[in-house]
């Protein structure tokens, strides 16, 4: 290689490192005279010329061998990489960190995870059945003395991984916030409203062309409503630390749901199928007990708990059974059991318990607790003029209407203590059950004619069915909860706002009187 290459060579790898410490050169040709650093360097060679000229610096050391062969040099100032200095540049070119990525909140991590979970229990059952078939007779024989001769071991070994799995169940035992109920949480709550944010961001594009704007009459109800109930019940921590907010969904599915950051989703379905203020104060408060008690979290922890364990069956069931076929067999028996002794049974306690402590929020809010066994008979008679199959409630998840019927029916006196307790207005001496039941009563009476009278049946309509539902019925409520937002009540008072009964609720009509709008004259 020629002297001119190489001091080009040396001279391209050496001056990118003055950035770091100043001016080092190593150079090693004939004619080769240095300047000031790397300033200017010049190498001679058949009139060819390298000229480098960065910003200046101060003269360096100069060391020069005595031979013709070698030279170097060294800066005054050599400034440390350790030291913390601005961001590096090489080639006009600023290098930056990446933004630190945010982990996976565990629930969500689970969820992706639990298919793959189960995969791999198949495959290690499957592949302890393989390995067993392969293995001659004499080796089978030997394994099963093995075994015996070291069956106290391997029980105590079993002991010492139960005893492992129960404290580590004791250690995330927690107490409900309102109920005091004693159960078992693996995931905490800033974990679970991490997932909430993405839940309710998935949720937000999935009815983006669905949810009705803010300034729409059914929407202001809900809103309203939901404020109230949360300014009613502020002394729970639960409940002032969120912020509620309402998405209105234009659908005609009967459901509403409060994920646990508190974004209210209800849908129009859900809307048209109450008939006053009072039943839509009970069941958003049965909707937002879900989301104070963290019943979502806490269904996931006894979930992940249960599968866990269900594991151990599950590569069992792939191990022993002599086919895949009867192996898949016993998968399916293994998922149904498991949903009707664990999960299932859990889920209906779980809402039992959100009809009572909604019926607490609603009795606060001074809502005519007593509407709330109505409404469930009315959900009960819905199904069946639409002719919706019902399960029977152990393949549910939810308890039958019937059942919830009568568990808001024995909480109402408790319920009314509360409400009193609150410093609300006094309710009409009209009560709702009594109104329905009579209503029920003319219905079954004018059926009776009906048969008699054929030619008369297309002219009788049934209270509350979803035909006799006015469409502007949201906004016909409107002015019923216009108090909950008044300004003029003192807000320092021993109990809730107080709300004027013939504000948030129609004047009560006798039931004689109007037999075909029996419901609608709740108050």
């Known amino acids: 290689m020629s002297s001119l ?37 010049s190498c001679h060679r058949a009139l060819s010329s390298l000229h480098l000229r960065p910003a200046p610096a101060p003269p360096p050391l100069r060391f020069r061998s005595n031979g013709p062969t070698q030279c170097f040099q060294i800066s005054p100032r050599i400034t440390s990489p350790l030291r913390p200095g601005p961001v590096q540049s090489r080639g006009g070119h600023h290098l930056h960190t990446s933004a630190p990525l945010r ?27 393989k390995w067993w078939a392969s293995l ?39 107490e409900s916030p309102l109920t005091g109920r004693i159960r078992l949480l693996v995931f905490s709550k800033e974990t679970y409203m991490e997932l909430a944010a993405l839940t309710s961001e998935a949720y937000m594009q999935e009815f983006e062309e669905l949810l009705l704007p803010v300034t729409d009459p059914r929407h202001k109800l809900v809103e309203r409503v939901v404020q109230h109930l949360a300014q009613r019940n502020k002394d729970i921590p639960e409940v002032s630390d969120v912020t509620w907010s309402v998405h209105l969904v234009q659908s005609p599915n009967v459901n509403a749901f409060v994920l646990p950051n508190g974004k209210v989703f209800m849908f129009t379905g859900m809307l048209d199928s109450v008939v006053d203020v009072h ?55 293994q998922d149904k059991l498991t949903q009707l002794m664990f999960n299932r049974p859990y889920s209906r306690k779980l809402e039992a318990e959100a009809d009572k402590v909604g019926l607490q929020l609603a009795a606060k809010a001074c809502a005519d607790v007593r509407a709330g066994p109505v409404f469930w008979q009315q959900m009960e008679i819905r199904d069946q003029l639409t002719g919706e199959p019902t399960l029977p409630e152990w393949l549910s998840t939810h308890p039958s209407h019937r059942n919830r019927f009568t568990l808001l029916d024995s909480l109402i006196p408790e319920a009314l203590e509360l409400r009193e307790s609150c410093v609300c207005p006094a309710l009409p001496d009209s009560d709702p059950r009594d109104v329905f039941s009579k209503s029920v009563q003319v219905l079954l009476k004018n059926a009776k004619d009906q048969e008699r009278q054929p030619e008369r049946a297309n002219k009788t309509r049934l209270p509350h069915s979803p035909a006799s539902h006015p469409p502007a019925l949201p906004a016909a409520l409107l002015p019923q909860t216009a108090s909950l937002l008044s300004p003029n009540v003192d807000q320092q008072s021993k109990g809730p706002v107080p709300v004027v009964a013939s504000e948030i609720g129609a004047a009560p009509v006798p039931a004689s009187d109007r037999p075909q709008d029996g419901l609608k004259i709740i108050s």
């Open 5 to 41: 290459a190489v001091c080009l060579s040396r001279c391209r790898r050496l001056c990118p490192l003055s950035a770091h410490l100043r001016h080092v050169l190593v150079r090693k040709q004939a004619p080769c005279a240095v300047t000031s650093g790397c300033s200017q360097i």
């Open 103 to 129: 982990a996976l909140p565990a629930p969500l991590l689970w969820l992706v995870l639990k298919p793959l979970q189960k995969l791999l229990a198949i495959i290690l059952g499957r592949s302890i059945r």
């Open 136 to 174: 001659p007779s004499n080796r089978r024989q030997l394994m099963h003395e093995w075994v015996w001769r070291r069956r106290w071991h391997l029980a105590a070994g079993a002991g010492v991984a139960m005893v492992i799995a129960a404290l580590l169940l004791l250690t995330h035992l927690d």
């Open 279 to 333: 039943q839509l104060t009970i069941v958003l408060g049965h909707e937002m007990a879900h989301a104070l008690l963290g019943h979502s979290a806490e269904q996931a922890s006894l979930s992940h708990v249960v599968d866990l364990l269900s594991l151990i069956l599950l590569t069992a069931i792939w191990a022993v059974c002599p086919r895949d076929s009867l192996a898949l067999l016993g998968q399916w028996v």
